[in-house]
């Protein structure tokens, strides 16, 4: 009995040794090629219906440490939550057309009334540091594609529930989705 218990630990050990090391693999940035190739990126939707996300260069899987840079595809009605983040962000549109809602009034209560600035295919928009924002999918036929890169990564989101609810009161979000598996350390909150 006592050899059996010895032998179920002993595999126990080598098992989780063996999925830690995937994980750790997975997470890893040694042994990225310089040269990749995007369709063969990890793409997710984060639990977002009608998003779909690859991180083509980032912090915490590639060791980029002053820019991140995303390929985001919505589907037509799709939209990012009412959000804002302490780095600056560029938006290349690549297809589609859709709205950006902006509310520069990070010294203001709340976001209040944003204003709204239409966008199409080879446009691009860029989202000061700490103003309240959000994407829409506007196009009811087609799918909205951007490149999306970011300063200062990983990126801390503070989300709002609607436009007039309290700077104080958005819910912080850090590590965001597409870093919550392979962030290790805490990062300084520079808000």
């Known amino acids: 009995m006592a050899r059996s218990w010895l032998i179920f630990l002993c595999l126990s050990f080598i098992l989780l040794s063996a999925n830690i090391e995937a994980d750790a693999s997975h997470c890893s ?3 990225f090629p310089l040269v990749r190739n995007i369709s063969e990126l990890p793409q997710d939707n984060y639990g977002r219906e009608g998003l779909a996300h690859i991180t083509v260069a980032g912090s915490i899987l590639h060791g980029m440490k002053e820019i991140e840079v995303w390929l985001q595809t919505f589907s037509p009605g799709t939209r990012t939550p009412i959000h804002r983040h302490s780095c600056e962000e560029i938006f290349i ?3 589609g057309s859709g709205t ?3 509310a520069s009034s990070s010294h ?3 976001p209040g009334k944003p204003h709204e ?3 199409f295919a080879n446009s691009t928009f860029h989202i000061p540091v700490n103003d309240a924002h959000q994407v ?3 196009n ?3 799918d909205l594609q951007m490149l999306v890169v970011i300063s200062r990564p990983p990126v801390k ?3 709002y529930e609607d436009w007039f609810m309290p700077h104080t009161a958005a819910k912080l979000k850090f590590p965001y989705f597409w870093d919550e598996q392979c962030l290790q350390s805490p990062v300084k909150d520079e808000l």
């Open 29 to 31: 940035i040694k042994g």
């Open 93 to 95: 549109v690549l297809k």
């Open 157 to 159: 989101v503070f989300i």
């Open 140 to 142: 009811e036929n087609e």
């Open 117 to 119: 600035h239409f966008f």
């Open 136 to 138: 829409w999918n506007t």
């Open 108 to 110: 203001e209560k709340h």
């Open 100 to 102: 950006l809602y902006l």
